[in-house]
Structures are given as structure tokens and as C-alpha cells.
């Protein structure tokens, strides 16, 4: 399945609330991009240009042709109830206990 942005909601001080093609929310800082250089980079510093985001093709855009991939906001911004109960080990490391049983999801064990 392709992970699409099909609604977003402007919070304020560059936080950006995403909902996504696939039942989950999250919130994309836009301040983690004054980190970086580049001259699409640098309109969207000034905050009521920042406000200006519109949703095109799934993806987060700006007027001026800057885009950001919906995948990548996905993994970087999902935080909701529903991605603990779909996504259990995300950002976890898992160990198998035995790796030459098969893999049933009993047989996981998550670090702490």
C-alpha cells in the first residue's frame, strides 16, 4: 500500500498535524528542516510562508516547488494509538529466540 497525506492541520509554530492514507496521525515539525541548507529550504524559514503547505499528489508542498515525501513523514512522525496496536515493535529492536524456528509473532521478545 502506498502511504498518502490526506489531511493536514496547520498547529502552529511550524507543527504540522498529518493524517495519512492509512488510518494513522502524526505531527511533522517543520523546524527540523532549518537544520538543513538548500534554496527551497529557505522560504518556508519565515513562518507565514510556512503556513502556505498544501496537500499535492499525497505528498506536503509549498508554492515554491518544495515537497516532502509522505513515506518519509510517516516513519518520521507517527504517534498514535492505532500504531501501537498495528506497529507493536516499531523502533524496537527484537531478538528471536531460537533463529532457526519459524517466526510467529508469540516468539518475539523487545528489549527494554
Known amino acids: 500500500m502506498m502511504i498518502k497525506i490526506i489531511k493536514i492541520n496547520y498547529l502552529g509554530d511550524f507543527k504540522v498535524a498529518l ?3 492509512d488510518g494513522l496521525e502524526g505531527i511533522f515539525d517543520g523546524k527540523s528542516l532549518f537544520q538543513r541548507q538548500g534554496s527551497l529550504l529557505e522560504p518556508i524559514k ?3 510562508y510556512f503556513r502556505k503547505v498544501y496537500i499535492d499528489a499525497g505528498a506536503l508542498s509549498w508554492p515554491h516547488g518544495l515537497e516532502l515525501s509522505p513515506v ?3 516513519k518520521k512522525s507517527v504517534k498514535s494509538k ?3 496496536k498495528q506497529y507493536p515493535f516499531w523502533g524496537k529492536p527484537i531478538k528471536y529466540l ?3 524456528d519459524p ?3 508469540a516468539d518475539w521478545e523487545v528489549y527494554k
Open 19 to 21: 493524517y495519512f492514507s
Open 46 to 48: 519565515d513562518e507565514n
Open 72 to 74: 518519509s513523514l510517516w
Open 82 to 84: 492505532a500504531d501501537k
Open 98 to 100: 531460537n533463529p532457526t
Open 103 to 105: 517466526v510467529a509473532e
